[in-house]
C-alpha cells in the first residue's frame, strides 16, 4: 500500500490527469447513450413492431469486439488513431447497444392499469408518459445503467492496447518499464475499481433520490 | 497514392476490402489463417475450461441455494476489473517463475508457455461468471412445483439435478455460455500485445507503429478486427444452433406447425415461461 502511494505522489500530476480523462470517458458516453436510448426505447415499446429490430440491432452492435471500434472509428470520424474521442463514441454506441432494451423493457414493465388510471385522471399522453410510466420505469432503467457504467470503465482499460493516454497507460508503463515491479499495474487496478465503485454508487444514490416511494412502501 | 495523405485522421478505410481479398493476407505464417486458428484455440481452451469449473460450481449452487450472494459479489467485482491490467499484473508477476519454454504445438510456439498461461487465466476469469450465474439462475428460477412432482415421484437429489433442473435450465445455461464465447473472443485479441503469441490481434498491435504502411498498417489492422467481429458473430450463431438442437422442445416449446397446444398450459407444466425459453 505504501509503494503505491509513494508511486502516486511521485506522478501525481500525470496520474491525475489520466484520472480526469477516464473519468470523463466512462461518465460522458453513460450520460450521452441514456439520452440517445430514452427515445429509441420509448419507440421500441410504443410500437410493437419495431421491438424486435431494434432490440436485434442493438444485440448485434454489442458483438462488436471494442478494440475493433476503436479502430474503425478514426477511418470514420477522421480523428487520429490516439484520440480519445475515439473511445467516448465508441463506449456511447456500447451503452445504447445495452439500454434501448432495457428502457423499452422499463417501459413496457408499467402496468396497464397504472396507465389507464392516470388516463383517467385527465394526463395528457405526454404527461402521462413523463409523470407516470418514466419515473415507474426507473428501477429497471437504473439496473441497466449499472450495468452499462461499470463495463464501460473497464473498456476504457483497452484503448490504452493502442496507446490511448489514460489510467490504463499505467498497465503499459508498469509492463514496459520494470524498475517499479508490478506498483504501476496494481495501482492502476486500484484506480480503475475505485472508479467503477464510484459510479456505481453514484447511480444508486441517484436511484434513491428518483424512487422515494420504494422506502416509504419499505418503511411501512 | 494519396490515400494516406490526409494529414488529420486515418484515411484508407476504403483499402480493407481489397486488403481482406489478397490472398497472400490470408497465407503465410502470419497471415489471417494462422491467426484466426490461434484466436480460436486461446477461446475454447479458456471456455472449456470456465465451463469446467462454473457449470458444476453453477448447478450445486443453483440446486443447493447456497453461496448465492458470493457468486453476485463475484461476477459484479470481475465486470469491473480491467482485462488488460490483470493480463499485464499476471505477466510481471507469474511469467518470470514459469520455466518451461518448450512449444506446445497446438497451442504456442517455442517460448510462449509462461505468457500464455497468464492469458488463458484472465480469459478464463472473464468466462466464468456469465456461465456461472446463468447456471445458477436457471436451476433456481424451476418451478418448485416441478422440482416437487418428481421428489414425489421417487427422483433423489442427484436424479432431480440431472433429469429435471439441467433441462429446464439448459437455455439460460447455454446463454450464458454464448456470452462468455463473446467477451473471450473480444478479449483474447489483447494476447498478441504479449511476445511469442499470436491470434487477430497480432495484425493489429504489429500494425500500430507503421500504421501508414498500406499492407501491414491501418488496412491490416481494420481488416484483422473485421475478422473479430466476424468470428464473434459467427461462433454466437453457431452456439444459437447448437442450442435449438440440445434444448428440449418441451422447454423450447418450438412445436411443428399444425400441432395444437396452449402455451401458457406448458409453461405451467415446465415452470420457464416463454420470455427466458
Same mark, same amino acid.
Given at each position: 500500500? &505504501?509503494?503505491?502511494?509513494?508511486?502516486?505522489?511521485?506522478?501525481?500530476?500525470?496520474?491525475? @490527469?489520466?484520472?480526469?480523462?477516464?473519468?470523463?470517458?466512462?461518465?460522458?458516453?453513460?450520460?450521452?447513450? #441514456? !439520452?440517445i436510448?430514452?427515445?429509441?426505447?420509448?419507440?421500441?415499446?410504443?410500437?410493437?413492431?419495431?421491438?424486435?429490430p431494434?432490440?436485434?440491432?442493438?444485440?448485434?452492435?454489442?458483438?462488436?469486439?471494442?478494440?475493433?471500434?476503436?479502430?474503425?472509428?478514426? @477511418?470514420?470520424?477522421?480523428?487520429?488513431?490516439?484520440?480519445?474521442?475515439?473511445?467516448?463514441?465508441?463506449?456511447?454506441?456500447?451503452?445504447?447497444?445495452?439500454?434501448?432494451?432495457?428502457?423499452?423493457?422499463?417501459?413496457?414493465?408499467?402496468?396497464?392499469?397504472?396507465?389507464?388510471?392516470?388516463?383517467?385522471?385527465?394526463?395528457? &399522453?405526454?404527461?402521462?408518459?413523463?409523470?407516470?410510466?418514466?419515473?415507474l420505469?426507473?428501477?429497471?432503467?437504473?439496473? @441497466?445503467?449499472? *450495468?452499462?457504467?461499470?463495463? &464501460? *470503465?473497464?473498456?476504457?482499460? *483497452?484503448?490504452?492496447?493502442?496507446?490511448?493516454?489514460?489510467?490504463?497507460?499505467?498497465?503499459?508503463?508498469?509492463? &514496459?518499464?520494470?524498475?517499479?515491479?508490478?506498483?504501476?499495474?496494481?495501482?492502476?487496478l486500484? #484506480?480503475?475499481?475505485?472508479?467503477?465503485?464510484?459510479?456505481?454508487?453514484?447511480?444508486? !444514490?441517484? #436511484?434513491?433520490?428518483?424512487?422515494?416511494?420504494?422506502?416509504?412502501?419499505?418503511?411501512? | 497514392?494519396?490515400? +494516406?495523405?490526409d494529414?488529420?485522421?486515418?484515411?484508407?478505410i /476504403?483499402?480493407?476490402?481489397?486488403?481482406? $481479398?489478397? %490472398?497472400?493476407?490470408?497465407?503465410g505464417?502470419h497471415?489471417?489463417?494462422?491467426?484466426?486458428?490461434?484466436?480460436?484455440?486461446? $477461446?475454447?481452451? %479458456?471456455v472449456?475450461?470456465?465451463?469446467?469449473?462454473?457449470?458444476?460450481?453453477?448447478?450445486?449452487i443453483?440446486?443447493?441455494?447456497?453461496?448465492?450472494v458470493?457468486v453476485?459479489?463475484?461476477?459484479?467485482?470481475?465486470?469491473?476489473?480491467?482485462? +488488460?491490467?490483470?493480463?499485464?499484473?499476471?505477466?510481471?508477476?507469474?511469467?518470470?517463475?514459469?520455466?518451461?519454454?518448450?512449444?506446445?504445438?497446438?497451442l504456442?510456439?517455442?517460448?510462449?508457455?509462461?505468457?500464455?498461461?497468464p492469458?488463458?487465466?484472465?480469459?478464463?476469469?472473464? %468466462?466464468?461468471?456469465?456461465?456461472?450465474?446463468?447456471?445458477?439462475?436457471?436451476?433456481?428460477?424451476?418451478?418448485?412445483?416441478?422440482?416437487d412432482?418428481?421428489?414425489?415421484?421417487?427422483?433423489?437429489?442427484?436424479?432431480?439435478?440431472?433429469?429435471?433442473?439441467?433441462?429446464?435450465?439448459?437455455?439460460?445455461?447455454?446463454?450464458?455460455?454464448?456470452? =462468455?464465447?463473446?467477451?473471450?473472443?473480444?478479449?483474447?485479441?489483447?494476447? %498478441?500485445?504479449?511476445?511469442?503469441?499470436?491470434?487477430?490481434?497480432?495484425?493489429?498491435?504489429?500494425?500500430?507503429?507503421?500504421?501508414?504502411?498500406?499492407?501491414?498498417?491501418?488496412? =491490416?489492422?481494420?481488416?484483422?478486427?473485421?475478422?473479430? =467481429?466476424?468470428?464473434?458473430? $459467427?461462433?454466437?450463431?453457431?452456439?444459437?444452433?447448437?442450442?435449438?438442437?440440445?434444448?428440449?422442445?418441451?422447454?423450447?416449446?418450438? +412445436?411443428? $406447425? /399444425?400441432?395444437?397446444?396452449?402455451?401458457?398450459?406448458?409453461?405451467?407444466?415446465?415452470g420457464?415461461?416463454?420470455?427466458n425459453?
Amino acid at each position: 500500500m &505504501n509503494a503505491l502511494w509513494q508511486y502516486f505522489r511521485d506522478d501525481q500530476s500525470e496520474i491525475l @490527469g489520466w484520472l480526469r480523462t477516464t473519468l470523463w470517458l466512462a461518465a460522458a458516453p453513460v450520460v450521452v447513450g #441514456l !439520452l440517445i436510448s430514452l427515445p429509441i426505447g420509448w419507440a421500441a415499446s410504443r410500437f410493437r413492431w419495431s421491438y424486435p429490430p431494434l432490440v436485434t440491432i442493438a444485440g448485434l452492435l454489442y458483438t462488436i469486439p471494442s478494440i475493433v471500434l476503436f479502430l474503425v472509428l478514426p @477511418g470514420i470520424l477522421g480523428t487520429g488513431i490516439l484520440d480519445p474521442v475515439n473511445v467516448a463514441v465508441a463506449l456511447t454506441i456500447y451503452c445504447v447497444a445495452l439500454l434501448v432494451r432495457v428502457v423499452a423493457d422499463g417501459l413496457s414493465s408499467v402496468s396497464d392499469a397504472t396507465l389507464a388510471a392516470a388516463s383517467a385522471m385527465g394526463y395528457t &399522453n405526454r404527461q402521462r408518459l413523463f409523470a407516470v410510466q418514466l419515473p415507474l420505469a426507473v428501477p429497471v432503467i437504473g439496473a @441497466g445503467l449499472r *450495468v452499462a457504467a461499470v463495463s &464501460n *470503465v473497464s473498456l476504457v482499460a *483497452v484503448a490504452s492496447t493502442l496507446g490511448v493516454a489514460q489510467l490504463g497507460s499505467l498497465f503499459t508503463t508498469g509492463y &514496459n518499464a520494470t524498475k517499479h515491479g508490478s506498483t504501476p499495474i496494481l495501482l492502476g487496478l486500484v #484506480l480503475f475499481i475505485v472508479v467503477a465503485l464510484a459510479f456505481d454508487g453514484a447511480i444508486l !444514490l441517484g #436511484l434513491r433520490v428518483l424512487t422515494p416511494w420504494r422506502r416509504a412502501v419499505a418503511a411501512r | 497514392m494519396t490515400a +494516406f495523405a490526409d494529414g488529420s485522421g486515418l484515411p484508407g478505410i /476504403g483499402l480493407v476490402p481489397g486488403w481482406l $481479398t489478397t %490472398a497472400a493476407h490470408w497465407w503465410g505464417p502470419h497471415g489471417l489463417l494462422v491467426s484466426l486458428r490461434e484466436h480460436v484455440v486461446y $477461446t475454447v481452451v %479458456a471456455v472449456l475450461v470456465a465451463a469446467l469449473i462454473a457449470l458444476p460450481a453453477g448447478l450445486v449452487i443453483g440446486h443447493t441455494g447456497r453461496g448465492v450472494v458470493l457468486v453476485v459479489g463475484l461476477a459484479n467485482a470481475v465486470r469491473a476489473v480491467p482485462a +488488460f491490467g490483470l493480463l499485464l499484473l499476471l505477466v510481471v508477476t507469474i511469467t518470470p517463475k514459469i520455466k518451461y519454454t518448450h512449444a506446445v504445438s497446438w497451442l504456442v510456439s517455442t517460448g510462449g508457455v509462461p505468457y500464455v498461461v497468464p492469458v488463458e487465466i484472465v480469459l478464463v476469469i472473464l %468466462a466464468i461468471p456469465p456461465i456461472l450465474t446463468n447456471t445458477y439462475a436457471g436451476v433456481q428460477n424451476v418451478d418448485p412445483a416441478v422440482r416437487d412432482a418428481a421428489t414425489g415421484m421417487g427422483m433423489r437429489g442427484g436424479q432431480v439435478l440431472r433429469g429435471v433442473e439441467l433441462p429446464i435450465a439448459l437455455p439460460l445455461i447455454l446463454s450464458g455460455v454464448r456470452s =462468455a464465447v463473446l467477451q473471450v473472443i473480444a478479449t483474447a485479441t489483447i494476447a %498478441a500485445y504479449l511476445p511469442f503469441l499470436g491470434g487477430l490481434g497480432y495484425l493489429i498491435f504489429n500494425g500500430l507503429p507503421q500504421i501508414n504502411d498500406p499492407n501491414v498498417g491501418y488496412p =491490416a489492422m481494420l481488416g484483422a478486427g473485421i475478422v473479430v =467481429a466476424a468470428l464473434a458473430v $459467427t461462433a454466437d450463431l453457431l452456439l444459437l444452433g447448437v442450442q435449438r438442437v440440445v434444448v428440449s422442445r418441451g422447454v423450447s416449446q418450438r +412445436f411443428r $406447425t /399444425g400441432v395444437a397446444y396452449d402455451p401458457n398450459e406448458i409453461t405451467k407444466r415446465v415452470g420457464v415461461s416463454p420470455a427466458n425459453a
